[in-house]
T-cell receptor, first 113, second 113 residues
Framework: AQKVTQAQTEISVVEKEDVTLDCVYE???????LFWYKQPPSGELVFLIRRNSFDEQNEISGRYSWNFQKSTSSFNFTITASQVVDSAVYFCALSEPGGKLIFGQGTELSVKP | EAGVVQSPRYKIIEKKQPVAFWCNPI?????LYWYLQNLGQGPELLIRYENEEAVDDSQLPKDRFSAERLKGVDSTLKIQPAELGDSAVYLCASSLDRHTEAFFGQGTRLTVV
């Protein structure tokens, strides 16, 4: 069965620190997609990135970067030089071939000034 | 472009009463999802539509929950009768198809008293 584990429930950092959010997944499918979403206090889930299982290239978007390692079934997310506005709950998700998104429990990131 | 629109944002009802939530997906998005999010948890799929067809409703408690997507556009999720345990956030999302990223609405926070 598919499963997503985000072992870090809460992380607290001081502004400008780098922070990495861990995500480990389980699936028997050879084709799948991985996602990261941000959920600020307003409640809306904001899409950040989608990765397919055949593309292990790391990706960088501004202060955000993602490290996909199939060998360890991990899809970690790093925020460089964190800012207060980065404070939110971050969810990692796995998409089954049928399209159903399976979410992890989320990591609550608190960035203090 | 408008995002996914949900209404109402908040709803408080007494147990055993009926309640309905409405969702307007992004224009052109064929796939529509209803997710349930309990406090401190990741969202869990209730039902997924491809156009007007419900293709995955295995997690929908059919004894009290129902959903419809008329004409393959807007969707309504209904609970009748509501129970205390139904208190949660109900999220609607849409995507171009089942392989692309889903965009979420702000959700409806339901409180059953």
């Amino acid at each position: 069965a598919q499963k997503v584990t985000q072992a870090q429930t809460e992380i607290s950092v001081v502004e400008k620190e780098d922070v990495t959010l861990d995500c480990v997944y389980e699936t028997r499918d050879t084709t799948y997609y991985l996602f990261w979403y941000k959920q600020p206090p307003s409640g809306e889930l904001v899409f950040l990135i989608r990765r397919n299982s055949f593309d292990e290239q790391n990706e960088i978007s501004g202060r955000y970067s993602w490290n996909f390692q199939k060998s360890t079934s991990s899809f970690n997310f790093t925020i460089t030089a964190s800012q207060v506005v980065d404070s939110a709950v971050y969810f990692c998700a796995l998409s089954e071939p049928g399209g159903k998104l399976i979410f992890g429990q989320g990591t609550e990131l608190s960035v203090k000034p | 472009e408008a995002g996914v629109v949900q209404s109402p944002r908040y709803k408080i009802i007494e147990k055993k009463q009926p309640v309905a939530f409405w969702c307007n997906p992004i224009s052109g998005h064929n796939t529509l999802y209803w997710y349930l999010q309990n406090l401190g948890q990741g969202p869990e799929l209730l039902i997924r539509y491809e156009n007007e067809e419900a293709v995955d409703d295995s997690q929908l408690p059919k004894d009290r929950f129902s959903a419809e997507r008329l004409k393959g556009v807007d969707s309504t999720l209904k609970i009748q009768p509501a129970e205390l345990g139904d208190s949660a956030v109900y999220l609607c999302a849409s995507s171009l198809d089942r392989h692309t990223e889903a965009f979420f609405g702000q959700g409806t926070r339901l409180t059953v008293v």
